[in-house]
């Protein structure tokens, strides 16, 4: 039943998320920051992360740094739902 109401609320979080950005597919860092109301520093350090899997999914263009959309708002929803 936890899994099921928590599987909800991150189809819930990406929902509302994807709507922020409809016709984008790749995500800048300031697009992230502006949509989550954080500093660069967040996202930046997010990226950084010792451990790979708690990182957000990202591609790198040159020096630029892009978060592919559905699947940066899946791990910021799992990421989320751990933190609570």
Known sequence: MKKELQDLEMQSVVQEMSSIFPDKALLTVDDVCKSLEC???????????????????????????????RTFLLWFAEEQLRAC
Do not use: A, C, H, M
């Not at 520093?41 to 591609?59: A, E, H, L």
């Open 39 to 69: 500093d660069e520093r967040t996202v930046y350090n997010w990226s950084k992360r010792q451990n790979p899997k708690r990182r957000p999914p990202r591609i790198l263009v040159g020096r630029d740094v892009r978060f592919p959309k």
